[in-house]
């Protein structure tokens, strides 16, 4: 188990490992979670156009989105920022965040083992929720 956990940078290492067996989640099957989701949001005729007219550079957007969900999913530690800002006067409603969520899920459920399906997706409802609270309040 030790091994496993070294092939993802943690500053959590034993709890990483540790989720890594829990959940069959690992680097490569959240770069093809991460990599798969976005390519079907720049495809989405409704959540694609919100995506493409603030993300300039892609290849960087999903370096940073893999370290992101790293941190949530495998407690890595890995991701530095702050993402509530960075969305807070988007035009968006929940039916956006609702299109968010059904993309994940479909795309968790296809890349991800069930148990790490589970928990990208829980933890992807309770971002989608607070992100939209927040929006809410702001706006």
Do not use: K
């Amino acid at each position: 188990m030790q091994a496993a956990a070294s092939t993802i940078r943690s500053v959590r290492p034993d709890l990483t490992a540790e989720l890594m067996a829990r959940t069959g989640l690992d680097e490569a099957v959240l770069t093809g979670l991460v990599h798969g989701f976005y390519a079907r949001i720049r495809t989405d005729p409704v959540l694609g156009p919100i995506f493409e007219d603030r993300i300039a550079d892609w290849p960087a957007h999903l370096d940073r989105m893999v370290d992101f969900w790293s941190s949530v999913a495998l407690m890595t530690g890995r991701y530095h920022g702050a993402p509530m800002p960075a969305h807070l006067g988007l035009p968006v409603d929940w039916p956006h965040f609702a299109r968010w969520l059904a993309l994940f899920e479909e795309t968790a459920r296809e890349t991800c083992p069930p148990e790490g399906a589970a928990l990208v997706c829980d933890r992807a409802q309770r971002i989608a929720r607070n992100l939209h609270a927040a929006i809410l309040r702001s706006g």
